[in-house]
């Protein structure tokens, strides 16, 4: 598969999917129960190698659990991202506006939050309602709006769906 990952520092969003209700333990957090429909796990790639290497590792499903997120993979379809190379940490911004969605819910508390600071429940959310527009218009006004207040003008803004798994 040949995308277009940028190398630069940024947040993320991976939409999953499951197609059947899950029971599954999350690293030290617990076990969970994940409804069958889509989520979204957002989280930020702010290191070395930036969106290219965080979301190349998680779109590759490599065996070594790291993140929280690492132990959902292998039983979801990895349906598409979102990404913006805006410098500002966007994850807990992101979760605010998509909690505010009807339908949208938290199956994993704690899950991608860990080392959270602003108290999000949670960096993954599912959602019973998914409309595609609405979570694509509503990411990329809240980056819109950061971009404003903090007076960057260069950044992007990309989505991808991927291939039918």
């Known amino acids: 598969m040949n995308l277009y990952l940028p190398n630069a520092p940024g947040t993320y969003a991976l939409q999953l999917r499951l197609n059947n209700p899950i029971e599954r333990d999350i690293g030290k957090l617990g076990r969970f129960r994940f409804p069958a429909g889509e989520l979204i796990y957002i989280g930020s790639a702010f290191g070395s190698g930036g969106l290219q290497a965080r979301l190349g590792r998680h779109l590759q499903h490599p065996g070594k659990y790291h993140w929280h997120i690492d132990y959902l993979l292998p039983q979801a379809q990895t349906v598409g991202f979102w990404a913006t190379t805006l410098s500002s940490h966007?994850?807990?911004?992101?979760?605010?506006?998509?909690?505010?969605?009807?339908?949208?819910?938290?199956?994993?508390?704690?899950?991608?939050?860990?080392?959270?600071?602003?108290?999000?429940?949670?960096?993954?959310?599912?959602?019973?309602?998914?409309?595609?527009?609405?979570?694509?218009?509503?990411?990329?006004?809240?980056?819109?709006?950061?971009?404003?207040?903090?007076?960057?003008?260069?950044?992007q803004m990309i989505r991808t769906i991927l291939p039918a798994q």
Do not use: K
């Open 90 to 155: 966007l994850e807990c911004r992101w979760v605010a506006a998509l909690t505010t969605l009807p339908g949208s819910s938290v199956p994993a508390r704690g899950l991608g939050a860990s080392d959270c600071l602003n108290g999000c429940p949670a960096h993954l959310l599912a959602f019973t309602n998914f409309d595609q527009q609405v979570i694509n218009d509503l990411l990329a006004q809240t980056t819109s709006e950061v971009s404003n207040q903090e007076h960057i003008q260069e950044y």
